[in-house]
């Protein structure tokens, strides 16, 4: 995310606590009473956002983690690729000796 988009963001959500705000002194709430509830949901909204975010982190699905796994696939896909066909059966017997191996256990 670009510095611009945080601040794009930031503004967005100032904007959102001074429209609820309006929208309960609309609604008939009195100035202290339009505060408390408007500064309830931008906390509620912070909150819900890092229970999300915790989420992420602790299940690995965040973009970091995304990225860095697409990028390991794709480098063991290239190596792959750059074996000999007899390098290829190498491995590939070895990998069957090894599930041979663990089904006896």
């Known amino acids: 995310m670009r510095r611009i988009d945080v601040i794009g963001?930031?503004?967005g959500i100032f904007a959102a606590g001074g429209l609820a705000y309006l929208f309960f002194k609309l609604v008939g709430l009195d100035t202290i009473s339009a505060g408390i509830w408007s500064q309830t949901l931008l906390v509620g909204g912070l909150v819900g956002w890092l229970i999300t975010y915790a989420f992420r982190a602790v299940t690995h699905t965040m973009t970091y983690?995304?990225?860095l796994k697409d990028y390991e696939n794709a480098v063991l896909q290239k190596r792959l690729e750059?074996?000999?066909p007899e390098e290829l059966a190498r491995i590939q017997a070895e990998i069957e000796q090894e599930k041979?191996?663990?089904a006896e256990d």
């Open 9 to 11: 963001i930031g503004v």
């Open 82 to 84: 750059e074996l000999s």
């Open 65 to 67: 983690n995304q990225q």
């Open 100 to 102: 041979q191996g663990k």
